[in-house]
């Protein structure tokens, strides 16, 4: 499985972004997908995860209401919407999919449970 993440740039503060993943392989459908985010000296932190379904989405409190997760599985990719972007949401964004199919479990905030990593993709916002 492979993930690319695509969509990432320099914006200004208040600006809006749309990244992307895409994913290789059949089984896209089957996982619950998440995004994480990494700041330059801070550890990676959970931002938002669909389920497989995309009957649920779930956010991180920093972000909720200003990013929006969806997925296409007949295109087999998960975006991420990102509106009124605050000079702290820079970072490089990865997306990664769940370990195991079909989850409707809790743990989608826990890099662990994730097993595919994409790339990432950078996103600065200026002030």
Known sequence: VQLVESGGG????GDS????CA????????YTMGWFRQAPGKEREFVAAIRWNGASTYY??????RFTISRDN???TVYLQMNSLK??????YYCARRATPYT????????????YWGQGTQVTVSS
């Open 60 to 65: 991180a409190d920093s972000v909720q209401g």
């Open 17 to 20: 972004l749309r990244l992307s």
């Open 87 to 92: 000079p702290e949401d820079t970072a490089v």
């Open 74 to 76: 007949a295109k087999n």
């Open 10 to 13: 320099l914006v200004q503060v």
């Open 104 to 115: 409707d479990d809790r743990y989608y905030t826990e890099e662990r449970r994730y097993d």
């Open 23 to 30: 994913a290789s392989g059949r089984t896209f459908s089957m």
